[in-house]
């Protein structure tokens, strides 16, 4: 029930438009009326089925999508009364959205390859090839915390944590006391290796297209970003067992063509820089272009595949004869779309209460009233709380004026801050699922002031580190 207050009363306050419609000022005097109050209800009641979707089995996409279509009307309504021309309310929502399909096919592109790669084998090799070493559960502890820092700026956190988790419950079996621990530094290394790169988190990437940061200036985060890792991590270090479990013979070959899929998702990324900062143009044309190469590659792909199985002739990579041949279609199909469908919702919901005039109020109290580097700080803590992508579209839209070093600041602790709990992010989330019973709320609370310490490490770290950016 604390739980459900707090997230209800931060609901309240942070609700804002991810990308505000330029040149529209609504008037601040809509806040009061009888539509804006019950916008804001709307919203709130949609984000607390949100919160009890572990419980309710009701898909977050649902809700949101919903309370989205009814603010708008709403608004619509509450512009006719007051006189405001209905051109205006079509032209906000016309933003809204087409803000919206560029980071949709950005992020459409990026699962796509996650997909595919997922189906070639390349994530079951690498978890193969960790399980097979013999390594102690120590090493096993700083292996997957590594490498959930470093693989989640290029793929998804929760991808990354995911996949380090099957590890180490592959590896510890019954341990529970391990895996708790080893969940926690996955969770804590993936949500910091997010932050440092604009394909790290949803957060980063709309820091990154709204141009806020520059590609290359995300990895002035760096260390910050490591040092949010590993102080927690050289903490819990000394209470991981130095045990060595017996070795797994598991042995998993990646299928043909998994390799030249992963070139092709760093010429992707490639592409997607250049089109932003060399052509001026959206990233998600650039991420669309490649998807296109994987289109072209994966018409070779299949058009081997069936030849095998035609054949009756292994590809002499991976297992032999494919079960069914390479189709792109379905990789693309079997994308995130809740998590596609609820984006799209939160950002018409915020942008419609946004209309309304809420946001000014938000932006005077949080910048104005606390100063930069606390409200930076306090959307951190937040973000642990409530969805990081609400508080951030919050932030966007009110474009408070800040340095450099602010915004990198407050992108910092949007991607990290949701490490503090484990409801604060995704990868928390998804192994609080798999590691059901193991790795729990409770579990990852214990452990709290320790990451803590780390959050405040990283902060401090970066005000030191880029003081010449304030």
Known sequence: MKTLLSCFVISLVFVGQALATQGMHPSPSLTTTTWGYAALILFVLAYVLVIFEEKTHLRKSKPVMLAAGIIWILLALTYRQVGIPAEEAHQAIIHNITEYAELMLFLLVAMTYINSMNERGIFQTLRSWLVSRGFSLRIVFWITGLLAFLISPVADNLTTALLMGAVVMAVAEDNKKFIALACINIVVGANA????????????????????????????????????????????????????????????????????????????????????????LPPAAGMMLGLAYLGFFSYYIKFKEERAIEYDAPLGIGEGLPNSPFDIFNKVARAE???????????????GLSQFGYLALISHHMYEGLGATSANVLVGILSSIVDNIPVMFAVLTMDPTMPLGQWLLVTLTAGVGGSLLSIGSAAGVALMGTARGTYTFGAHLKWMPVVALGYAGSIYAHILLNKALF
């Open 193 to 280: 290796g997010g932050a440092f790169s604009p394909f790290g988190d949803i957060t980063t990437l709309m820091v990154w297209q709204k141009g806020q940061v520059d590609f290359s200036q995300f990895f002035l985060l760096f260390f910050p970003a490591l040092i949010n890792w590993l102080i927690p991590a050289i903490i819990m270090n000394f209470f991981v067992s130095s045990e060595t479990p017996k070795a797994l013979d598991t042995i998993v070959s990646m299928k043909f063509g998994a390799k030249r899929i992963i070139a092709l998702f760093l010429l992707t990324i490639l592409t997607a820089v250049s089109f932003h900062n060399f052509l001026d």
């Open 337 to 351: 779309w809740d998590t596609l469908l609820f984006f799209y919702g939160v950002i018409l919901c915020v942008g």
